[in-house]
């Protein structure tokens, strides 16, 4: 198993306070220092693919893709977050990355991205770092459902089988 990490881990413009700015390419070199392999773009990086693909080849580190929100809800928006979209599922394809993570957080009235967004906006991050490790929880206990029935179901499917 590897470790990944995400930029948000030293750099996080949600939280002014956080901690002191790293900037990059430091960030890269703390990351690995820190035993990482593998780590999510982020805003604070190098935006010129070629550039960032040498930066994280020196390194030996992984780019695994990024997280991008878009208001994909909004009829006024619609066409430009899909092309922000697709530019960015571009950039990641350049630099060697296999993941556009698409949240659509705003826009709602209801659950727990309603939650996250209010409690964010009024600054009780507790909650929302909170409600966060809930998403988690149940995308890891999903999964791990998933895993179940699809070895129960799919019993030829010697992919499915955990290894020892």
Do not use: C
């Not at 693919?49 to 020196?58: E, F, I, Q």
């Not at 409600?131 to 129960?152: E, F, S």
Request: hydrophobic fraction near 45%; proline fraction near 4%.
């Amino acid at each position: 198993m590897r470790i990944a990490t995400a930029p948000v881990n030293w750099n996080n413009a949600d939280v002014a306070d956080y901690r002191p700015w790293t900037p990059y390419p430091a960030l890269l070199d703390e990351m690995v220092a820190a035993g990482y392999t593998a780590t999510e773009w982020g805003m604070n990086m190098e935006k010129i693919a070629a550039r960032l693909r040498v930066d994280l080849h020196a390194r030996n580190l992984k780019p695994l893709g990024g997280f991008i929100g878009l208001e994909l809800r909004n009829p006024n928006k619609h066409s430009a977050e899909v092309q922000r979209g697709i530019e960015l599922a571009t950039f990641f394809r350049d630099i060697g990355a296999t993941y556009l993570i698409v949240a659509e957080l705003i826009g709602t009235t209801t659950g727990i991205t309603w939650f996250i967004t209010q409690q964010a906006r009024y600054q009780h991050f507790e909650n929302v770092y909170a409600a966060i490790m809930m998403i988690g929880i149940i995308g890891v206990g999903t999964d791990l459902v998933l895993g179940y029935l699809g070895r129960r179901m799919f019993p030829w499917d010697r992919s499915l089988v955990k290894s020892e």
